[in-house]
């Protein structure tokens, strides 16, 4: 059905317009500040452009060392952390989708149950201490391989694979480990693909498990070395003495420096975000309303 | 989001709506009792046949158990003396007092409050943007443009608060852009994080800008299900695109909403920890220290032993449950709508 174009069009139009140049102007704002001079910013020259394009921020970054190492970490235990995910969820999820299996009820509910009740911090955390995640890069990977809600939304996908795909590969002999990889898998694209980068921006932006159990400063992730960049100098900016530091500060950890720290945590973000838009918004409504 | 997972994990339960946790739980035994009476072997020969989906099944198995049941043993803390050398295990009761000291602590009364304020305040200016933002979204007829917003206003979901506190501190800064322009149009300076008002603000609508673009994907799918002949046959009949919108997309949103507005009230004590946790600074806890950041800094900065933050973690997680099921039925029973 086709409508006019009238004026509450061009003002709806108009409102989610400013709406959407107010969302993305901070990330603007930060871009052009990592490109700026500390004088510059110190001035109040930075507002839509830096009186010139400086990348000494960036090049600081890179020579420092904390922040490509946390680079580096951050892309192994993404690579690392989203396969095991990825994996313990197909497998469990296709398990539990079968609805001949017995005792599937009770783990499914027995799961269900977890996204209510959970040990809470401190019993959480005496476990992975005994568990020697502390120092320990799969403190970032196993504790939370699998996200429940993940878990539900592939088991209602694979519910709604016909039946007789299964049975025919069935009746060649093939095993159920074998049917899952080679039939099911490649009809299941949409779903594991959303999987995928649901749980690869998850290991991306962690930062919690690793502050509370890496006292290894090496082992830090980006996320973790930007954290502490900014609390850093929040913390200095906000005691009593405050204002007449801030000054100083700015040499050591200036605004131009956090803001390139900032982009580059966010860059791998916004260049796998046109994929994640492509295929969240199928595999969700499959995953979801199926089932 | 969470929320949204939850919701269509109950929906595919339609036919059993109506139950919920308990009755699940009940259920849940009848059925795994039902199985044993069955013949042994046919049982048997059922698990025979399914072998290798125990093994597909396993590696989840032994993750929800190990962290996830595992830890909900160490509640028991909350009522022991919590001695390091000595373990859970090993460490002494100590007759509740935990409890004691914890509804004692004004430190606690004042986190306490200010998780169930914020949380309201989350309920009141959070949960109606994205319906609103939905609708609105709706009411575009170029798919394109449609899209783009879509696209922009979903965008900050996917970014951490650590990145987007960083941002904010930054904008709200000493020197920051918020205060540059202030000093360009001649106004003071003003300290926006450090001032709990303006923080409070600044909760809220940061909260709106990560999320409220990310919500809405599920009224959107709520609203694209709604068969088009209806809008079709209200406009022959001559009703205007409010009216249209009242009478077919509203009543179908209301569903949604009443079930996320049951959810996020039993979440009502959780208050967003990454986000506060982040933005935060000493000057502003008395305004909004949360639960969970309190837990935190007991637990780890001040070191009043870990039964103490056990215990707080239990009395959230029983006053979150009485949430929940206090929110249900005033949602049924009161509302007249569906429930979980």
Known sequence: MKRRFSVIDVSITLFLGLGAVLALFPFY????????????????????????FDLSSYKYLFMEGKVTRGLFISVIVTVLGTAVSLIVTTTGAYALSKKTLPGRNFVFNAIIVTMFFSGGLIPTYLLLQKLHMQNNLLVMILPVAVNAFNLILMKNFFNGISPELEESAKM???????????????????IIFTMMLFYAVERWNEWWLPMLFLNDSKLYPLQLVLRNAIANVNQILNNTAGAQLAAGIKNIYG????????????????????????????????????? | MEAFYLYFGYRQNKSKRGEFLLAKLIQMMDRSSGVLRNPKNRLLKEI????????????????FAVFAYAPMYGVVLAFKDFNYAKGIMGSPWNNFENFRAVLGNPDFIGA????????????????????????????????????????????????????????????????????????????????????????????????????AGWSSILYLATIASINPELYEAASIDGANRFQQMKAITWPVVKTTAAILLILAVGNLMNGGFDQIFNLYNPIVY??????????????????????????????????????????NYIVKVVWKEEGL
Do not use: C
Request: net charge positive.
């Open chain 1, 29 to 52: 704002q930060t871009l052009m500040l990592s490109f700026s001079t500390i004088s510059d910013f110190g001035g109040g020259k930075v507002f839509l452009l830096p009186k010139q």
């Open chain 1, 172 to 190: 060649d002999g093939a095993n159920d480990i074998l049917i899952l990889m080679r039939i099911v898998v490649p009809v299941s694209l949409p």
């Open chain 1, 255 to 291: 605004d131009s420096v956090k803001s390139a720290m900032i982009i580059i945590s966010a860059v791998p973000i916004i260049v796998v975000y046109p994929f994640i838009q492509k295929y969240f918004a199928s595999g969700i409504m499959i995953g979801s309303i199926k089932g």
């Open chain 2, 48 to 63: 025979i046949r399914h072998k290798y989906f125990y093994i597909l099944l396993t590696p989840v198995v032994i993750y």
């Open chain 2, 112 to 211: 306490f409050r200010n998780t169930v304020l914020i949380s309201l305040g989350r309920l009141v200016i959070e949960f109606p943007v994205p319906i609103i933002l939905a609708l609105l979204l709706n009411e575009i007829s170029k798919s394109k443009l449609k899209r783009i917003f879509q696209t922009v206003f979903t965008f900050p979901h996917f970014i951490s608060w650590v990145v987007l506190s960083g941002i904010i501190i930054g904008i709200f800064s000493d020197q920051g852009l918020w205060n540059q322009l202030l000093v360009t149009f001649g106004l003071e300076k003003k300290s926006v994080l450090t001032d709990p008002n303006s923080f409070t603000a600044m909760i809220f609508l940061s909260s709106i800008w990560k999320e």
């Open chain 2, 286 to 327: 008395s305004h909004v220290d949360i639960i969970d950041t309190f837990v935190y800094r007991s637990a780890f900065l001040d070191s009043t032993g870990f039964g103490f933050s056990t215990t707080v973690g239990v009395l959230k997680s029983v006053i979150n449950f009485a949430f929940l099921f206090g929110a």
